[in-house]
């Protein structure tokens, strides 16, 4: 089983050794770096590169520069989504958006980890688990979202929130671990 296969089958794997995935991190690096210096005026130049990183998108999105990711094929996003500056995706799991979904700036989601076990995480050896976003959903400024997190629908996360754990719908949550205020 190929260091790919063992990603997408949520599998201990080491991506520092793998061509393919070596390969495939370069092109979308490549492709951020690319898309994040193209002129903000350039609306339609900018939409047609996001397009290109990303997996699957509605019609009417905008992520604001700089943006990072590491495959870019593996983010889904819904319609109407705006990423504000500094987002970062680590996306060797899948990342999916729904629609309507706002994200503040220095916001990032992580969906790598990285054993706990000394010798394993010295190998570079990680996982990933995928993170889910519902549809309306608002992320204050500086939030982190961790591997394995499903977010529900109508949900605003505070500012300056760490997501280690799910959130339910219709929720106002906040704090480091981020928890549920309040229901909507």
């Keep these: 089983m190929t260091e790919k296969e063992k990603r997408d089958n ?8 793998d061509e393919e995935l070596i390969k495939e991190m370069e092109k979308a690096k490549d492709l951020c770096f ?43 996003v819904g319609e109407n989504f705006y990423m504000n500056h500094n987002g970062v995706i680590l996306d060797g799991g899948k990342v999916e958006f729904g629609d309507n979904v706002f994200i503040g700036p220095n916001c990032s989601f992580y969906t790598a980890g990285h054993p706990i076990e000394i010798e394993l995480r010295n ?17 204050g400024g500086n939030v982190v979202v961790l591997p394995g997190v499903t977010i529900g629908d109508n949900v605003t996360i505070g500012a300056g929130s760490i997501v280690t754990k799910d959130i339910p719908s219709n929720v106002i949550a906040h704090g480091n ?8």
């Design 34 to 76: 690319e898309y994040n210096n193209i002129k903000p005026s350039n609306r339609e130049e900018r939409n047609k590169l996001i397009k290109r990183i990303l997996g699957n998108t509605g019609e009417n999105i905008l992520i604001e520069s700089s943006f990072q990711c590491d495959y870019g094929y593996n983010i889904s």
């Design 177 to 184: 671990p981020c928890k549920v205020v309040r229901n909507i």
């Design 10 to 17: 949520q599998q201990l794997y080491n991506p520092n050794y």
């Design 123 to 139: 190998k570079g050896i990680e996982y990933v688990k995928p993170i889910k976003v519902g549809n309306n959903v608002w992320f």
